[in-house]
């Protein structure tokens, strides 16, 4: 079965401060990987995601990241940012294979809080 | 696109009672899923279907869950009896199943059993 960690469970930064969020996922075979984001309240997001092809992926809002396969990794980027970047931010795996019919495994996500 | 939508937004019940909690995916999309977030265990995928069949029940806690998908446009998530444990935020999420397109979460029902 596929895990994934992600290693800061909290990151507080000043606006126009950069940003990178660490995500390792376990599991032996082709995966799919996600950035999803969470708004206080609301639902999850889907920021990026990465199937195939160019291991760099960018994402909505000013979002990018790197797949390293052989780092098992998946680190979210983003060069700048805002107030509003204040969110929950989970990464989550599914095997490659399912093309969306597996469910997603989560980390336990990452609050990102933005100091104006 | 409506999107996914869920039912009730909020529901507050007394432990013993029965509880459902009702998802509608997106029109055309044949994979869906439930899901529970808590601030202990984090998002953690209880059950999924695939075509209106079950896949996958292995997270589903305990006997007191149980899920059905009778149609393609709604699915349903009951637990009985409900225990204060069980308060939770429950989301139902859909994908098209088939080309890498993710998935599309609903809004969540927050239950809280008292």
């Known amino acids: 079965a596929q895990s994934v960690s992600q290693h800061n469970h909290h990151v507080i930064l000043s606006e126009a401060a950069s940003l990178e969020l660490g995500c390792n996922y376990s599991?032996?075979?082709?995966?799919?990987l996600f950035w999803y984001v969470q708004y206080p309240g609301q639902h999850l997001q889907l920021l990026l995601k990465?199937?195939?092809?160019?291991?760099l992926v960018k994402g909505i809002k000013g979002f990018e990241a790197e797949f390293i396969k052989s780092k098992f990794s998946f680190n979210l980027r983003k060069p700048s940012v805002q107030w509003s970047d204040t969110a929950e931010y989970f990464c989550?795996?599914?095997?490659?294979?399912?093309?969306?019919?597996?469910?997603?495994?989560f980390g336990k996500g990452t609050h990102l809080i933005i100091q104006p | 696109d409506a999107g996914v939508i869920q039912s009730p937004r909020h529901e507050v019940t007394e432990m013993g009672q029965e509880v459902t909690l009702r998802c509608k995916p997106i029109?055309?999309?044949?994979?869906l899923f439930w899901y529970r977030q808590t601030m202990m265990r984090g998002l953690e995928l209880l059950i999924y279907?695939?075509?209106?069949?079950?896949?996958?029940d292995s997270g589903m806690p305990e006997d007191r869950f149980s899920a059905k998908m009778p149609n393609a446009s709604f699915s349903t998530l009951k637990i009985q009896p409900s225990e204060p444990r069980d308060s939770a935020v429950y989301f139902c999420?859909?994908?098209?199943?088939?080309?890498?397109?993710?998935?599309?979460f609903g809004s969540g029902t927050r239950l809280t059993v008292v």
């Open positions: 989550a795996v599914t095997p490659g294979t399912g093309g969306g019919a597996d469910g997603l495994t």
């Open positions: 599991y032996g075979g082709t995966v799919n």
């Open positions: 029109s055309g999309h044949n994979s």
């Open positions: 990465y199937f195939s092809g160019d291991p």
């Open positions: 999420a859909s994908s098209l199943g088939t080309g890498g397109y993710g998935y599309t």
């Open positions: 279907f695939n075509n209106n069949v079950p896949i996958d």
